[in-house]
């Protein structure tokens, strides 16, 4: 049987550290919902804030979702750490 080896307070550590960048993706989104800039004419200046609308939209998500992977990953080092404790007692 193979055996995983872990280091819970890495994987908290590499959890915070990837929420974080996730949080540096949400100012990004605000920078794109920004980025239209085109005066005319109408319908290119329309166009480019749709999708400057819908840049904004994904860039939201992907943030939201890079922040999941990185509360999720300090939950599975917290998890790993119980386990540890339980099996081997106080660490």
């Not at 605000?30 to 804030?49: H, K, R, W, Y």
């Not at 749709?50 to 992977?69: Q, T, Y």
Request: avoid cysteine; charge should be negative; proline fraction near 4%.
């Amino acid at each position: 049987m193979s055996r995983v080896v872990v280091t819970p307070a890495e994987l908290h550590g590499v959890g915070g550290d990837v929420a974080a960048v996730g949080m540096g993706l949400r100012s990004t989104e605000g920078e794109l919902a920004d980025a239209n800039g085109v005066a005319g004419p109408s319908a290119t200046a329309a166009a480019l804030e749709m999708l400057a609308a819908e840049w904004s939209a994904g860039a939201e998500r992907l943030a939201d979702d890079v922040i999941a992977f990185g509360a999720l990953t300090q939950a599975v080092g917290a998890l790993f750490q119980r386990v540890d404790h339980g099996r081997d007692g106080p660490p």
